[in-house]
C-alpha cells in the first residue's frame, strides 16, 4: 500500500521569505501523480501544483514550485516571496496512475504541515 | 467556488443517530469521490462512484453507505453514529474518475456526534 509522510507538523516563514514544505512517499509504482493542496481556514480543499511521475521536470505554479526527486521518493513544495494569504495546512498526496482493479483515482493523503506566515 | 456543492454545511447529531449527507458534483462530471478528515486520521478516502455505480471503495465501515444517482448526485449514509465518526466529510467530482482528470472539492460537512 502506499504511503505519503509529511514529517514537519509546523513551519513558520516570515512575508516576502522562501519556505520549502517536505514529503516523502512510498510505493511500488512506477507511474503515480502527486499533488500539494492548501486547505485554509475556510476547510475548502484547494489544488495548489500537481506532478506527473514520468515527468522529469519539476512543476511550477507561480511563486510555488516543486522538487520531485523519483529516486529518493520526495516531494517537496517551495513557496517563493510567501503572502499572510498563503497561511494554511498545506497536504501532500499521491494518486496512483492505475486505471483499473480497486484503485481508480482516489487520492492518499499526508498528516499535512500547518504554515504559519508572519508580517 | 469549485461547482461542487454540499449539503448541510453542519450537522450536529446524537450517538446512534442515522444521517444523510448530500453532494452535487460539478456540471458534466460522472466520478463522485467521499472523503473523511478526522483528527485523528486525518483525510481518508471513503468510496468512489462512477455514473452510478460503486468504482472503488477505501476505508468506509460498514455502518457507511453511499449511492450515486440518475441525476449523478451523491449521498454518503451514516448509521449507528458514533462519537468518533465526528469529522469534516468532503466530496469531491471529476470528469471520469480516471487518474488523469483533476478531482474538484466541495467545501465538506462538518459532522458533530455528541
Not at chain 1, 523519483?70 to 503572502?83: H, M, R, T, Y
Not at chain 1, 498563503?86 to 481508480?104: K, L, P, T, V
Amino acid at each position: 500500500a502506499q504511503t505519503v509522510t509529511q514529517s514537519q507538523p509546523e513551519m513558520s516563514v516570515q512575508e516576502a521569505e522562501t519556505v520549502t514544505l517536505s514529503c516523502t512517499y512510498d510505493t511500488s509504482e512506477s507511474d503515480y501523480y502527486l499533488f500539494w493542496y492548501k486547505q485554509p481556514p475556510s476547510r475548502q480543499m484547494i489544488l495548489v501544483i500537481r506532478q506527473e511521475a514520468y515527468k522529469q521536470q519539476n512543476a511550477t505554479e507561480n511563486r510555488f514550485s516543486v522538487n520531485f526527486q523519483k529516486a529518493a521518493k520526495s516531494f517537496s513544495l517551495k513557496i517563493s516571496d510567501s503572502q499572510l494569504g498563503d497561511a494554511a495546512m498545506y497536504f501532500c498526496a499521491y494518486r496512483s496512475a492505475r486505471n483499473y482493479g480497486g484503485s481508480q483515482g482516489n487520492l492518499i493523503f499526508g498528516k499535512g504541515t500547518k504554515l504559519s506566515v508572519k508580517p | 467556488d469549485s461547482g461542487v456543492t454540499q449539503t448541510p454545511k453542519h450537522l450536529i447529531t446524537a450517538t446512534g443517530q442515522r444521517v444523510t449527507l448530500r453532494c452535487s458534483p460539478r456540471s458534466g462530471d460522472l466520478s463522485v469521490y467521499w472523503y473523511q478528515q478526522s483528527l485523528d486520521q486525518g483525510l481518508q478516502f471513503l468510496i468512489q462512484y462512477y455514473n452510478g455505480e460503486e468504482r472503488a471503495k477505501g476505508n468506509i465501515l460498514e455502518r457507511f453507505s453511499a449511492q450515486q444517482f440518475p441525476d449523478l448526485h451523491s449521498e454518503l449514509n451514516l448509521s449507528s453514529l458514533e462519537l468518533g465518526d465526528s469529522a469534516l466529510y468532503f466530496c469531491a467530482s471529476s470528469v471520469t474518475g480516471t487518474p488523469y482528470n483533476e478531482q474538484f472539492f466541495g467545501p465538506g460537512t462538518r459532522l458533530t456526534v455528541l
